[in-house]
């Protein structure tokens, strides 16, 4: 079935834990359509427990795409998510009027709706000298450098991600240019419209069933998960909260407890950036999470360009 109108592209996005999954999954069934996911972690296939990926039973209720898609040994950039998202979304959209994009992923949310300029490619010495700081002066020392050359980008990035932070220092080092404005510089015209919807809640009750999630996660085996994945520590997908500070409990550099409250207070620093993030973005619709009437909501502001 082809559709001669254009199609639309419904943003779900918002903090971690916030609920996007239930909402994106509940408006795809509403909709008769599928969920694209934008979340940066739940691509790769070795790591579910730590990365809240939905369950059988979410999958079953919601076709879902880019989720176990890849392999954490197989480089996958925010310029690929974007490449073959959109070849993605052409084939979704000959079948599909309305497709839902959920995640919290900010930048490759804005990659699918924007697009980016081509970053400049630094040398290997810079990376290599970088790679050094590192070594000799920890990643506080990047992120204090980040902070003064990038502060847009250091509002939002994982600061627990060294690869990130190399990546962006070594972007200002190159062009002279901070990380952030290569993103904010041109917004490439899509052939669809693109509805931008986003949940939130009171702080306390966020953080609270961020706690929670991460207690469950434990209770659902997020150690073992972790210990085979040992030999890719070194990998980029695996310098995130939930992983790294289990690495350090394996090297003995905290107990067990340490490392489950930092996972905690990490993850809660994340959402806080996640919103930042979003909030920055006026074509946001924000939506309070824990209304009753929510999924109604959000489907009416869908609706309204069509009535």
Known sequence: MQFSHQPTLIVVAGPTAVGKTAAAIKLAQHFNTVVVSADSRQFFRE??????????????AAKHYFIDSHSVMESFSVGDFEREGLALLDELFKTHDK????????????????????????????????NLEL???????????????????????????????????????????PFSSYRNATINKRSFNIIKLALDMPREKLYERINLRVD??????????????????????????GYSEVFDYF???????????????????FAK???TWFRRDQDFTWFDAGAPDVIDQMIKVVEIPSA
Do not use: W
């Not at 790591?47 to 079953?60: F, H, Q, R, V």
């Not at 497709?99 to 490619?121: N, Q, R, T």
């Not at 050359?149 to 939002?156: I, L, M």
């Not at 996660?217 to 997908?237: I, P, S």
């Open 135 to 177: 070594q000799k002066k920890g990643i506080t020392h990047l992120q204090e450098r980040l902070k003064e050359v990038d502060p847009d980008y250091y509002a939002e990035v994982d600061l627990n991600n060294p690869q990130r932070l190399i990546r962006a220092l070594e972007v200002f080092e190159t062009s002279g240019k």
């Open 251 to 269: 090297d003995g550099k905290t107990n067990l407890d340490e490392a489950i409250a930092l996972i905690k207070q990490n993850t809660r620093r």
């Open 216 to 241: 469950l996660m434990v209770k659902q085996g997020l150690l073992d998960e972790v210990k085979t994945l040992l030999t890719y520590r070194h990998l980029n997908a695996l310098n995130t909260v």
């Open 47 to 60: 790591m579910s427990i730590g990365t809240a990926k939905p369950d059988a039973d979410e999958l079953a």
């Open 273 to 275: 950036r996640q919103l």
């Open 99 to 130: 497709v839902i994009l959920a995640g919290g992923s900010g930048l490759y949310i804005k990659a699918i709706c924007e697009g980016f300029d081509d970053l400049p490619v630094a040398d290997i010495e810079t990376r290599e000298k970088l």
